[in-house]
């Protein structure tokens, strides 16, 4: 058989890292797991009980590069509900490929995982978007999918999941449902969307044009992470939820004096730390109780586990 370029860990070595986990972490089995955008590793610091392990010292993960993105998995709980954050993701334009990319949503599928909130700093492209809102997402345009850059190219690890795993259920419709009503029920209905994220390479911001095409898409918020994160989750059957913090508003004016940088982003996720930790720990309870009230059914891709 012809040999294929290196596309990725195989089952055996993300065992491997599950197994470095379970002996720093021994008897806790995480129901959700949390992916903190950029500027948004605080959601990980309302943790209760919590044990943090750096990037570094766990075999094969990457390191985070971007400010921002702390660099390490914190477990603990919230509300008693057992919880795995990654304070700080991995992008493809710091130059990982994907499957490095999303090889920790893997190691908290193997963990144990059934929910996964992926979070993420993005333009809001809508006028009605404003800066400091939330957008949940109900889905994604993956414009580097769509161009042949998936974590899934290569050899299919059959143990995660099928070949050709659908995508049009993992954004999952009752979980962005009780977002809006969780939202609404904090005060936060007027800071709050549901809309379709775009996901692009980065690391430059868009051009104009760019950004009229993403709008004519349907793409309601724009970053360069998440949708790779989420068809691994999808592939492996984790039910997903996800949120974009709306960090600037796309500039669609080509005589607008504005420059999008990464320090406003930052900046307009420092803001709204407090709430985003208050509706993602509401949003964490209601998993817990959603497992309480009985075993999720997990997604029909036909993950092996
Ligand atoms: O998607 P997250 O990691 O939240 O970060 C977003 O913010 C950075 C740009 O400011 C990019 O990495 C973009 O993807």
Redesign the pocket.
Same mark, same amino acid.
Not at 119 to 122: I, L, P, S, V
Not at 223 to 226: A, K, Q
């Given at each position: 058989m012809e040999s294929r370029e290196h596309l990725g860990y195989s089952y055996e070595q993300i065992l491997q890292v599950v197994k470095f986990l379970k002996l720093v972490v021994p008897n806790f089995k995480p129901l959700v797991g949390v992916i903190c955008?950029?500027g948004?590793g605080p959601l990980a610091d309302s943790l209760s009980d919590k044990i943090e392990v750096p990037y570094e010292d766990i075999p094969l993960f990457p390191a985070s590069t971007?400010v921002g993105?702390g660099g390490k998995l914190v477990f603990g709980t919230v509300g008693g509900v057992p919880v795995i954050c990654m304070k700080g993701?991995f992008?493809a334009y710091e130059g990982y490929p994907l499957w490095k990319v999303v090889m920790p949503v893997r190691v908290m599928r193997l963990m144990g995982v059934e929910y996964l909130i992926v !979070?993420?700093?993005?333009g809001g492209i809508p006028s009605s978007m404003n800066v400091g809102d939330i957008m949940i997402i109900k889905d994604h345009v993956n414009m580097m999918g769509m161009g042949g850059q998936n974590p899934l190219r290569g050899p299919n690890i059959e143990e995660f999941g099928p070949r050709f795993p659908a995508m049009n259920k993992t954004y999952d419709r009752a979980l962005v449902k009780a977002g809006l009503k969780i939202a609404e029920s904090l005060g936060m209905e007027d800071m709050t969307h549901e809309g379709v994220y775009g996901c692009v390479g980065?690391?430059n911001y868009e051009t104009i044009a760019e950004l009229l095409m993403l709008q004519s898409c349907g793409v309601d918020s724009v970053?360069?992470? !998440?949708a790779h994160e989420v068809i691994a989750a999808g592939h492996c059957g984790m039910k997903v939820f996800g949120f974009s913090l709306i960090t600037n508003k796309a500039i669609l004016d080509y005589d607008s004096s504005e420059v999008p940088n990464?320090e406003e982003?930052i900046a307009a996720a420092k803001a709204k730390e407090a709430k985003l930790q208050g509706f993602t720990e509401a949003m964490i309870k209601h998993m817990g109780s959603l497992k309480n009230a009985g075993p999720p059914s997990m997604c029909s891709c036909g993950g092996r586990r």
């Open positions: 955008g950029s948004l971007v993105h993701r992008h !979070t993420n700093a993005a980065g690391p970053g360069m992470s !998440t990464h982003v």
